[in-house]
């Protein structure tokens, strides 16, 4: 009987060794793939043990997707070493919406003639530029304003430039820089200002700098900006379809983990701290209606840099409450 429980606790012993070391392995993968430092062996085993807490939580609600009780999926990203609270702290404003001071010119209305298509890709169409990252700068709103005037700029000239978000960090002196910020701010200075540079003449350094913008260097102009009424998914849903794509404000407290699907979550109703851009809209068997968004976290986060978000579920998430674009 004691040699049995001799053999148990060495099985023990050994799997639960193997387990260490498999889980060191893809912490060590994880920290290869996203350039991870830390700053002493302390703050590495700190980070391994959140790093090993998001994986279970990952792991816990892959199992209900499998069973059909979520409608996404979670994964391992850049940010599976930091606590949600760090998480938002980094990479989450806190820009309050009762603070703001609308800068826009008019509300966006449907034209008459108008037919609002069941799904639409503005990336199809060439309106779209790459997947950009802000990195560890609250720079979203930048990234947000610049996205949807891409789109605009495109869509009007049949041209894509890709443009600076760093001109807006540096010279957007309404906006926080690296602080957050808010898009319509963001394009009211290009309209003041007479454009924005592009983003080969002023690339992106993810951190607050002197302004250097330079005029012989502009890629695109705004003449006005335009708001889509709040709260209102059919009119976000109309101005993508007949506009293009449209910056929005969104309460991304759930985007930590997630990697595909349709985000579905009921609670996601908490202020707006995060600007991302709506590129289309669409149907999927599993997670149903859903709003096609593109972020500024890189292409290694969720699918391919972008995150499907539920439509006409009650305006999920604040995304319909701040939708706005430029004239051009």
Not at 244 to 261: E, M
Not at 290 to 317: D, H, P, T
């Amino acid at each position: 009987m004691k040699a049995v429980i001799l053999v148990l606790v060495l099985v023990a012993v050994v799997q639960a060794t193997s387990l260490k070391d498999v889980l060191k392995a893809e912490f060590n993968a994880f920290k290869l793939k996203h350039n991870k430092v830390y700053k002493d062996v302390s703050e590495e085993l700190k980070r391994l043990q959140i790093f090993v807490e998001n994986k279970k939580l990952i792991e816990r609600h892959n199992k209900r997707y499998a069973n059909g009780e979520e409608t996404y999926k979670m994964g391992i990203n850049q940010f599976s070493d930091l606590k949600s609270s760090e998480f938002q702290n980094v990479m989450l404003s806190s820009i309050n919406a009762n603070e703001l001071t609308l800068g826009i010119s008019q509300i966006y209305t449907p034209s008459s003639s108008v037919q609002i298509p069941g799904s639409i890709d503005w990336r199809q169409k060439g309106a779209v530029t790459r997947v950009k990252n802000q990195g560890g700068c609250g720079s979203c709103w930048a990234f947000a304003a610049i996205g949807t005037l891409e789109g605009q700029h495109f869509i009007k000239n049949q041209q894509l430039v890709s443009l600076s978000e760093q001109n807006l960090v540096d010279c957007s002196k309404n906006n926080g820089g690296c602080n957050g910020g808010w898009p319509e701010t963001a394009l009211n200075y290009i309209k003041d200002n007479g454009g924005v540079d592009t983003e080969d003449s002023y690339p992106y350094e993810a951190k607050d700098g002197e302004c250097r913008f330079k005029a012989e260097h502009i890629g695109a102009q705004v003449a006005g900006t335009v708001g889509v009424a709040s709260e209102d998914e059919s009119a976000l849903a109309a101005a993508v379809a007949e506009k293009g794509p449209i910056s929005v404000a969104v309460d991304a407290s759930f985007f930590q983990h997630y990697q595909g699907g349709v985000l579905n979550e009921s609670s996601c109703q908490g202020g707006v701290n995060h600007g991302v851009v709506v590129v289309g809209y669409g149907r999927d068997d599993i997670g149903g209606d859903y709003w096609l968004v593109k972020n500024s976290w890189g292409e290694y986060w969720g699918e391919n840099g972008y995150i499907r978000m539920a439509r006409n579920k009650s305006n999920q998430c604040k995304i319909a409450s701040h939708g706005v674009y430029p004239l051009v």
